[in-house]
């Protein structure tokens, strides 16, 4: 089936709902597909083969008409029904866009050496490896001892796109709401604790927040969404540094009498042996 756009039915999703989603997307080029991404462990583990380590699967929050697809592909869950699954095929256009041969560029091998990213000690250039270049993020096609060509285009540019798409419900609580914007923009939700009374928003942040540069990034996102979705007065967060406090050792008690060790008894050196 398709997501109806119109008239909208009281179980259609409308543009600016968070909801929770199951999804699988594919890329496909010259009768092949490639998985783009997918909620569904099952489906990455026969795609992939091997999962990386640390990746998490299940159905994830999503803001509809957000950001997380191409419009052309955000545009297809508006209207879609609650609990019933839809498949949709996309032009590039609907989806990364047409490959654009100006965003091939040429670089001398002198300034891809100056990048951060080729300063560390596990740094290492080949064919496929993800460079950011004045802001840009390109792959690298070719190389030679002086060359290297990036391309900057998005990986699944000028790839018709598949999708498979399941809204399974409605995120209408407004300390749920908070969580699934956090999952949205940084991830992590169950480490946040949040806390509304008289519609003020109150986020408690855990330590993995208080030094990573990714929070400092999202933070704003964060904010600023909270305020189009929620309206609330104002938005707090409570960082908490406790100081360690040592732990208090009792003094040893003295031993009882009965415990004390008993006295060696006298001893007396042996008198020298006179000489004959």
């Known amino acids: 089936m398709t997501p109806h756009s119109t008239p909208a039915s009281p179980e259609a999703v ?9 999804f699988e997307l594919w890329a496909e080029s010259g009768g092949q597909s ?6 569904k462990e099952e489906v990455a583990q026969k795609a992939l083969g091997e999962i990386p380590s640390g990746r998490r699967f299940g159905p994830r929050a999503h803001l509809v008409g957000g950001e997380f697809f191409p419009s052309g592909i955000e545009q297809s869950l508006v209207g879609a029904k609650v609990g019933e699954e839809f498949s949709k095929e996309f032009s590039a256009q609907e989806a990364f866009g047409e490959r654009d041969p100006k965003l091939i560029e040429l670089f001398a091998m002198r300034e891809i050496e100056r990048l951060p990213e080729m300063r560390r000690e596990d740094a290492h250039l080949d064919i496929g490896t993800i460079l950011t270049i004045r802001g840009r993020q390109g792959r690298v096609t070719t190389l030679t001892q002086a060359r290297v060509r990036v391309d900057f285009n998005p990986p699944h ?3 018709k796109v598949r999708g498979t798409f399941k809204v399974l419900s409605r995120i209408t609580e407004p300390a749920e709401k908070v969580h699934a914007i956090i999952e949205i923009e940084y991830g992590h939700p169950e480490e946040f604790h949040v806390e509304i009374r008289d519609h003020v ?10 030094f990573d540069p990714a929070w400092f990034t999202e933070k704003p996102r964060v904010v ?3 305020r189009t979705i929620l309206h609330p ?7 908490e ?5 040592a732990e208090k050792t009792e003094p040893a008690a003295a031993p009882s009498a009965s415990e004390k060790a008993p006295e060696a008894p006298a001893t007396t050196s042996p008198a020298p042996a006179k000489k004959a």
Do not use: M, N
């Not at 409308?14 to 199951?22: A, Y």
């Not at 490639?34 to 909620?39: A, W």
């Not at 928003?201 to 208080?210: A, E, L, Y």
């Not at 540094?241 to 406090?245: Q, S």
């Open 14 to 22: 409308q543009d600016g709902e968070l909801v929770r989603i199951e």
């Open 241 to 245: 540094y406790v100081t360690p406090i």
């Open 201 to 210: 928003v109150t986020v408690k942040v855990p330590d993995r927040t208080k």
């Open 224 to 226: 600023d969404r909270i």
């Open 233 to 239: 007065p104002s938005v707090r967060f409570i960082e």
């Open 34 to 39: 490639e998985l783009i991404g997918t909620t």
């Open 157 to 159: 540019a000028g790839r």
